[in-house]
């Protein structure tokens, strides 16, 4: 019988060190989109506002448990991809992309790297 203990024990403690893990992940995941989101709005391109205003974000929990954050332009969504990878001008040549989405998804990734880290090392 102490063998069962011992191993009740033992899930116990495993159970609840993957609650402390799973909520610092949580939380650094919601700490680095708010930044994110902020990035992003600070490095769009502004002509007349509306297009770096529009960015926002959607927090989804997955029936799995695990958490999904998407970022997308809700007022001008046509401009996204045009704006990040340039396209064709209609008299010829073309208008060059200025990666900002790009340059904020690294960041992004950067960032959750690190809180993770520093979360974990505690």
């Known amino acids: ?16 060190y993957g609650e402390e893990i799973r909520d610092d992940l949580t939380s ?3 700490e680095t989109s708010n930044d994110a989101l902020k990035n992003l709005k600070n490095v769009s391109p502004v002509l007349t506002g509306s297009y770096k205003k529009g960015w926002t974000k959607k927090v989804e929990f997955t029936r799995w448990g695990s958490l999904s954050v998407t970022m997308y332009n809700k007022t001008d969504w046509q401009l996204t991809h045009l704006l990040n990878n ?4 209609r008299g010829g040549g073309r208008v060059p992309g200025d990666g900002h989405i790009d340059r904020a998804s690294e960041y992004a990734s950067d960032l959750l790297v690190k809180k993770v880290e520093e979360k974990l090392e505690k």
Not at 86 to 89: D, E, L, Q, R
């Open 86 to 89: 340039g396209h064709a001008k």
């Open 28 to 30: 650094s995941l919601t």
């Open 1 to 16: 019988m102490p063998t069962h203990n011992l191993y009740s024990s033992f899930k116990e403690l495993l159970d609840e």
